[in-house]
């Protein structure tokens, strides 16, 4: 049960580096980047690169987001539902089973996703709108290869956003 804890702690650190790259890329000062870059800083040549397609970079952070979370929740139900369950069934509550595992897949949607929206979302956020520039050159090389890994995916999500 402590693995699936940490598991848990994982995804929602996952989401917390997207959420985090997501404002700081957003926050960045892009011409003093560029100038950096001009001054031959690899990372700082990087970083024009993925501010130069925006829509690349976001598309692939809500790919990681998404992917997080999802697992996040899946983990989390599979994880703690059945055991749940059968704690309170052995109080003989008045509902049946089927409704009893509905409830507290919904308690543990509910509580994971408060500690997803503070920890993995809100917090990262507000740290990446103060430290931009740090998180930004931190965040970029992996960026960089999750873009690469992830191109064909969103190269089908943006020509099917596109046709719409």
Partial sequence: MIIKFVF?????????????????LISLNDNKIKLMAEKGDKKARHLVKLLGEPSRFLATIQIGIT???????????????DPLVAILGA??????????????VLAITIILSYFTLVFGELVPKRVAMKKAEGIAFFVVT?????????????????AYKTSL
Avoid: D, H
């Fill in 91 to 104: 109080y003989s509550l008045p509902v049946s089973e089927a409704v009893l595992k509905a409830g507290i």
């Fill in 142 to 158: 992996t960026l960089t290869l999750l873009s690469k890994i992830t191109n064909p995916f969103v190269k089908l999500l943006t």
């Fill in 67 to 81: 992917l997080a979370g999802f697992l996040a929740s899946a983990l989390a139900a599979e994880s703690f539902a």
């Fill in 8 to 24: 848990l702690t994982i995804l929602i650190a996952v989401n917390a580096f997207f959420a985090a790259s997501e404002m700081a």
